[in-house]
């Protein structure tokens, strides 16, 4: 059961983990102006800079660049201790026809989810292409790769990987929706997760069902704006710590906000962020960013205030620390000058959960659940199209059921004289009252008191602690026209089915409605209190 106090328990240092992180492509077919030296030559310069700071790091190798020499040369010279050269499973022209297959792309590199990625073949063929590459690396470095990052890598071949292979980390892309073809929704937001062995995108909730390699999540997004970026538009904008973009990894104030508040805003288990660029972008449309970032890295690094290292390390310590996946927490308590927005990302094996304040107004913006049991098709099937997508399962969708007047999600209100008000508070204080357990309470401003929630790895609590009684609740809201996944609201649960898995959304303590003009369900405490296990969303 879930505690409410406010007690602050003395906790070990959370770890920030840095990893920087450059994949390496042979050729650009996109762009006649990106060669082959092009690419190389900025391949060289994120090595000069990294040396320059005395940071470490991971290079991933696509196969057409592992088998280069002028790359084997130079990433061979790189001192063990502090790098790391990994994979990166992208896949080309010529791993394809040494494992025997027919190539199908428009270019030696095609970037289509179909032909560039593993979920374009069959299980026999992901298998030897993973023996393929592996045996190229063994034959080039003398060891097989630890590391093996990827915008997405299906569980078929993750698993092919781990046991035969024995790697010990992966990586795939943020959350986006729809960016180059590719979109993975709802997932365990940020740090690490162990995937489910038939969904390599849901996290497992038992030991047993788990591929035991952490996938960390890439690129180091913002926890605010990142969500909901380019709402209303043909596709979502990108907001990361990736060097090239102008609002974001190269904008000195972007960094340092991002940064500080990942250093210093409270967090659970630990924190996590990965830096570092694709060499496809070249070094003109990067070096901006890498100048930001790595003196500030070293820095850091140099203050104790975070640990940069290689995937592998990293892989390494969240093997022996975590046997299952971990609760975490990303939290921004200061936004950057001009802005009031304040969030905190919960994660554990169950769910994920956003909590969004805007002009001192709370937002539950997004609770997506976990179930090991959720397949991917693409596990054992083939993708046929350039489009690939990776879902949970949804309670609340910020960003797919929202439009731009019409922004998703539950909104917390209290009948105050008479009137329903928006609850109006101070800034949300975020502490850890025990191992996995996020407290954050809520001073407020509309009545006397202060809004507590509690976030362990099942459970979700919230009371209005006051000495006055108020009548309080949520109401959800969404655009006009969202597909949403309830089919049946009643006062004690919501039936919920998403791409044929059905799972409910039912309270310990709480009670729903449906009032109408446009709410679409208001969630109502209980003796003052609404409670989830989150553990629980199978339908009976």
Excluded at 96 to 111: F, I, Q, T
Excluded at 176 to 182: A, K, S
Excluded at 378 to 387: C, H, K, L
Excluded at 476 to 503: H, R, V, W
């Amino acid at each position: 059961m879930l505690s409410s106090s406010r007690s602050q328990i003395k906790q070990e240092p959370t770890p920030r983990i840095v990893n920087i992180v450059n994949f390496i492509r042979l050729l650009e077919p996109r762009d006649a102006a990106i060669t082959e030296d092009v690419l190389y030559q900025t391949v060289v310069k994120q090595v000069e800079i990294m040396k320059k700071y005395k940071l470490g790091g991971t290079f991933l190798l696509q196969y057409d660049a592992l088998i280069d020499p002028r790359y084997q040369k130079l990433l061979k010279a790189l001192p063990r201790d502090s790098f790391e050269i990994g994979a990166w499973w992208e896949i080309p022209q010529p791993q394809v026809e040494k494992a025997g297959l027919k190539w199908r792309g428009r270019y030696p590199w095609d970037w289509r989810a179909n032909i560039g990625f593993s979920t374009g073949y069959t299980p026999a063929e992901r298998e030897k292409l993973i023996d393929v590459y592996m045996a190229e690396f063994k034959r080039i470095f003398g060891y097989y790769p630890k590391s093996v990052g990827s915008w997405f890598i299906d569980s078929y071949s993750l698993n092919y990987m781990y046991q035969k292979y024995h790697i010990v980390a992966s990586s795939n892309c943020k959350d986006q929706y729809g960016t180059d073809g590719y979109t993975l929704w709802g997932g365990y937001w940020n740090q690490a997760y162990y995937p489910s062995k038939i969904n390599s995108y849901m996290p497992a909730q038992n030991e047993k069902n788990q591929i035991p390699v952490p996938i960390f999540r890439m690129l180091g997004s913002d926890p605010i704006r990142q969500y909901d970026n380019g709402l209303g538009t043909t596709r979502q904008g990108v907001v990361t710590l990736e060097p090239v973009y102008k609002f974001g990894g190269g904008d000195s104030t972007w960094v340092n906000w991002f940064l500080k508040s990942f250093t210093e805003d409270k967090c659970l288990g630990f924190n996590y962020t990965q830096a570092g660029q694709e060499n496809s972008f070249t070094w003109d449309a990067m070096a901006k960013g890498f100048e930001i970032q790595m003196p500030l890295l070293a820095k850091l690094r140099d203050e104790h205030k975070i640990r940069v290292e290689t995937m592998e390390a990293s892989g390494r310590w969240f093997k022996e620390k975590y046997k299952v996946t971990p609760a975490t927490s990303f939290a921004v308590s200061k936004d950057i000058e001009g802005s009031d927005l304040k969030t905190v990302w919960f994660n554990s094996r169950f769910y994920r959960i956003n909590l969004l304040w805007e002009n001192g107004n709370l937002r539950v913006r997004d609770l997506h659940l976990f179930d090991e049991s959720f397949p991917s098709v693409y596990t054992n099937e083939v993708a046929t199209s350039n489009e690939c997508s990776f879902f949970t399962l949804p309670v609340i969708d910020g960003y797919i059921w929202s439009k731009p007047n019409q922004l998703a999600g539950l909104r917390l209100k209290a009948i105050i004289d008479g009137q329903e008000v928006l609850v109006k508070g101070k800034d949300p204080v975020y502490s850890q009252t025990g191992p996995g357990h996020l407290h954050v309470s809520w001073p407020l401003i509309s009545v006397k008191g202060s809004f507590e929630m509690d976030m362990n790895e099942k459970e979700l609590k919230m009371s209005l602690v006051s000495d006055n009684a108020y009548n309080w609740y949520f109401d959800m809201t969404t655009a006009t026209d969202a597909k949403l996944p309830f089919e049946k609201i009643t006062d004690n649960q919501i039936a919920c089915s998403f791409e044929g898995m059905d799972y409910v959304f039912k309270p310990i303590k709480g009670s729903f409605s449906e009032p109408g003009n446009g709410i679409l369900f208001r969630l109502k405490p209980i003796m003052n209190t609404i409670q989830f296990d989150l553990s629980a969303i199978k339908k009976l």
